[in-house]
C-alpha cells in the first residue's frame, strides 16, 4: 500500500465553456488542482483524473474515472463516497467531481 496516494472511483463533471472558460476537451491524464474546502479557499492538492485511451471530455459532459491524490495535510476525513470538490485550474473552476469509491491504493 501506498501512504503517499489515496485512489477514488469518481464522477468528473465540466462545466460548459460558458461557465468555466474551458474551451477545449481533456483526454490522457489531467492534472488540474482539486479543492474540497470551498470556492474562497485557496488550500488545494493535485490529483490525476485517467481518462481511458482515445477518450476525451469536453466541457459540458461528464464521465466516471479512477483518480489518485496525492496524500496532503487536511484531506484525512474529505474523501468518501458521495463527497462533491471543485476542479480547477488554478483559481478557475472548470469542474465538478463526485467521490463514487474509495479504492485500494497499491
Known sequence: MND?????RA?????PTAHSGRATPIKGSYRPNHNFFGADD???T???I?????????PGE???????????PGLEGQIY????WRIQEGGTLVGIGTIL??????
Open 4 to 8: 503517499q496516494l489515496i485512489a477514488v
Open 11 to 15: 464522477n468528473v463533471r465540466l462545466l
Open 42 to 44: 485557496r488550500d488545494m
Open 46 to 48: 493535485v490529483g490525476f
Open 50 to 58: 485517467e481518462l481511458p485511451d482515445g477518450m476525451e471530455l469536453h
Open 62 to 72: 461528464s464521465i466516471d474515472v479512477p483518480i489518485t491524490f496525492g496524500r496532503w
Open 81 to 84: 463516497p458521495g463527497r462533491e
Open 101 to 106: 469509491e474509495v479504492l485500494p491504493t497499491r
